[in-house]
């Protein structure tokens, strides 16, 4: 059954391009009116092109071209007073905010005794504060209309470790602990909150100079194509990577919910973590 979310007001992180594209579009197709915010912008300790103003833009015209509705806002999710704001605007146009993926992140790959302080606090920064930043929100604004449905993303990172990764895990590993925890906050008042975990998805965070090269090193200039029998291998389906489609779903899948289920971590997982608990 397709859900029906007409009449709802969704806010997705993140959502210039990527994961946030997607889940804004699929939000927005079924009725919500989606805010996509991003903060647009590059940060410098981030070694791979953040989105941009243009991208922001292409992601709300290409849902009020599909006959949707979007608001694109430029937001940096580490400015709590900004978030705050944004929400307050949400709830002062509609009266009420009902959805958040809490998407936006960044990840870089660099060895723990290289990690400098800038590194440490931009990731913590952005992937765990940003989402306490928003998630606080737009909680203080679902608890109004007793209703919410809140999905943080987390992914594989937040499941076990990863080399190189430490900053990037450990936050997403704390994206979890936020999460169920908020679920036990908020149960009460109709709002669920849950967590999806991603493994690679083809995206700029991954299909970057940088990044691909960490995996075709011995290649100068690698391309995916390069890189897929690596991705490949690290999973039993042999399916180098996720489209944000497939992220999507499992977004939805908690949207749509009716409510039964909160706490809760759905992995879409391409099987990388069938030999983890
Ligand atoms: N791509 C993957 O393989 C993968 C796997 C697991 C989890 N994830 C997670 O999925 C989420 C979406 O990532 P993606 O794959 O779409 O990558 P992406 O880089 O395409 O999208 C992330 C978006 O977040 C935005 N952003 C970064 N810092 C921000 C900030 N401070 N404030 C607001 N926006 C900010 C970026 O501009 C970008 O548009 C992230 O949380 C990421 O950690 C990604």
Known sequence: MTPDLSGRIAWVTGGARGQGRSHARALAAVGAHVYVS???????TVNYPLATPAELETTVAEIVDAGGQATAVQLDVRD??????LVDHIVD???RLDILVANAGICAFVPLEDMTDEQWADMV???????FHCVRAAVTAMKRNRFGRVVGVSSGAGRGGMKDLSHYSAT???IIGFVKSVALEVGSYGITAN??????????????ETTLRRFRPDLDDPSPDDAKPVFAGLGPLGIPWLEPEDV?????YFVDDPGLTTGTVLEVNLGTSANRI
Do not use: F, Y
Request: proline share 4%; hydrophobic share 35%; aromatic share 2%.
């Open 172 to 174: 997403k590993w704390g």
């Open 38 to 44: 991003d903060i647009a912008h590059q940060v410098d």
């Open 125 to 131: 920064g952005t992937n765990l504060t940003g989402t």
């Open 195 to 208: 967590v999806v975990c991603p493994t690679s998805v083809d995206t700029p965070m991954v299909m970057n």
């Open 93 to 95: 146009q509609h009266g």
């Open 248 to 252: 999507t779903r499992a977004v939805m």
């Open 80 to 85: 709590s007073t900004a978030v705050t704001e």
